[in-house]
């Protein structure tokens, strides 16, 4: 979490580093749930009319 | 005379008739606010001279015989996520505090005004509306008018407490993954997440762009249509905000339900919710005479992905203040949106993926179908600094994430949903989503409508 804070130009602080690492592996669980599903002919780019 | 449990309507009427001064509606929310607000922590400003000077204005534009508009005189506030002209946007955090006043309103807030009503204050709600709760750790928390104990719910806590107390007949408050719904139901109001790009955000400081909403809350259907309308249709301030013109629902309201097509929501939406909850449920489906389910695969992955699109929106926006003030942050959100900033991309783009697949499934339940019922909340309202986790059966969940495990994936795809109060006597209140296709607010009005005069929902004064 530090060095990956680091990489973003963050300074994570040492009291917040266990809480910050438990919500990103909430959010890596999240992620992962949608990439064991197969998603068909999803187009994710936005609708454009000039 | 008016008093808190009047609705915004006969104030209107009444005002416009010139039975009443809007100076002393306005003076009554005020003093009403006095008396209650220390306890429920609803409001953060409390305008006062300036309302009153607004309904002094109103009262001389009405002897000079001009029309102020069909809300005239009606007290309204919003959360403090919406930009007040005169007022830093406070957005529920102390950083924001040190922004300078907005010069303009949102737009929501302006047509409110422009319709009539009255803006008397702003209020608390959850900071950079990232919660379920209204336990705001700069502010503090904002109380359930049923129960002071009890969360208001959130992330727009202040605008339902407020409304469910009788402060203000209407509100404004902005939804996500459920921050207008969560909290009507909680409090036991009525609360509308209008169809994505109905509602103009202009104004409002963003969580998630991809599915930002702006609705009101009211304690009778009448009110929460008429300031519907107030605010629908197309802003050029809002680059999503749609340009078709807006259906004006206060004039579906007796249409009834006859020939409407019902259906409940199975599958996620049947399971880890209390027992009153599916009860309320199973009640305005008897009513409504709606035995067929229909279901949406995938939902759990739906609340994935929409978890997944919200922190990476809400940590890019907030990058910058993360690098600079992170220390100023709640902590309730601090580290949440910490983490949000280390996503990796290609989880941000599977979810938005995930999310076009998801709408069209949500589609074909459409083709046959023109209202959905689905709980609004899991239980009724936890106290205030519950535990972090909660067991439901065999299943441990967060306490305040899973209040909106059935709200997530509607405003996820955009859909609009009207979340109506079931509030028996001596019990909290809880709440019942109708769901509908895009841009058929119209339908949800007319079932809305008819369940409120058969008596199945009602909002009291708390």
Redesign the interface.
Known sequence: ?ER??SD??????PE?RA??????T??????R???E?P??????APHFEP | VIDAATSALDIAARVRGGKIRARDVVAGALERIAQRDAALNAFTSVLRERALSDAETLDRRLAAGQDPGPLAGVPFAAKNLFDIAGLSTLAGSKINADNPPAVRDATAVARLRAAGAVLIGALNMDEYAYGFSTENTHYGPTRNPHDPSRMAGGSSGGSASAVAGGLVPLGLGTDTNGSIRVPAALCGTFGLKPTFGRVSRSGVVPLAWSFDHVGPFARHVADLAAAFDAIAGPDPLDPVCSTRPAVRCTEQLGRGVQGLRIALLGGHFTRLAADEVLAAVGRVASALNATREVTLP?V??A???A??IT?CEAGAYH?DR??SR??DFDPMT???L???????AA?Y?????????FRTRAAEIFRDTDVVLAPTVPWTAPTIGAPWTTRIGATEVLTRGHLGAFTQPLSFIGLPVLSVPIVAPGALPVGVQLIAAPFNEAALFRVAAWLEAEGVVRSPVA
């Open positions: 979490v990956l804070g973003v130009g963050l300074t994570i602080a917040s809480a910050v690492a438990q919500h990103l909430a959010l890596l669980a999240a992620a749930l949608i990439d599903f998603i068909p002919d999803a187009e994710p | 995938e759990h992955r609340r994935a992905a978890q997944v922190a990058l993360l690098r992170a220390r601090r580290d949440r910490l983490a949000a900033t280390l996503v990796p989880a783009v599977s979810a938005q993926r995930f999310r076009a697949w």
